[in-house]
C-alpha cells in the first residue's frame, strides 16, 4: 500500500511565505513525476507544478517565479516553496506522484493523490 502525506498549510497574509511537503511511503520500488495541485471553492482542480526524477520542472504561469518546487529522492518527498502569496493562491493543495509500487512478484504504476492540505491568504 502506498500513500502521500502532505504537511505545511496553514493560513498566510498576502506577500507571505509557506512551505509544503509532502512525503510517500509503503511499497515503492521508485516514484517517477511528483507534483502539487490546488483547487479552490468551485473550480476545477489544476496543476501548480511538477517535478521529474531527473530534476526538469514544470510551473503554472501563475505561479512562476514565485512558487519553486523541488523534491529528495532519497526521502521520497517532494516540496513546493511558495513566496509572495497572493489571495487568489487560496486553495487546497493536493501532492500528486507517479509511483511504481511492489507487490509479491509484481509491479504496478498508479498515479497516487494526498489528503490535501488548505493554504488561504488572507489579512
Known amino acids: 500500500q502506498v500513500q502521500l502525506v502532505e504537511s505545511g498549510g496553514g493560513l498566510v497574509q498576502p506577500g507571505g511565505s509557506l512551505t509544503l511537503s509532502c512525503v510517500a511511503s509503503?511499497?515503492?520500488?521508485?516514484?517517477?513525476?511528483m507534483g502539487w495541485y490546488r483547487q479552490a471553492p468551485g473550480n476545477q482542480r489544476e496543476l501548480v507544478a511538477d517535478?521529474?526524477?531527473?530534476?526538469?520542472?514544470n510551473y503554472a504561469d501563475s505561479v512562476k517565479g514565485r512558487f519553486t518546487i523541488s523534491r529528495d529522492n532519497a526521502k521520497n518527498t517532494v516540496y513546493l516553496q511558495m513566496n509572495s502569496l497572493k489571495p487568489e493562491d487560496t486553495a487546497v493543495y493536493y501532492c500528486?506522484?507517479?509511483?511504481?509500487?511492489?507487490?509479491?512478484?509484481?509491479?504496478?504504476?498508479?498515479?497516487?493523490w494526498g489528503q490535501g492540505t488548505q493554504v488561504t491568504v488572507s489579512s
Open positions: 500528486n506522484a507517479d509511483i511504481l509500487g511492489a507487490y509479491g512478484s509484481g509491479f504496478e504504476l498508479s498515479a497516487y
Open positions: 509503503g511499497s515503492i520500488f521508485s516514484v517517477n513525476t
Open positions: 517535478i521529474t526524477s531527473g530534476g526538469s520542472t
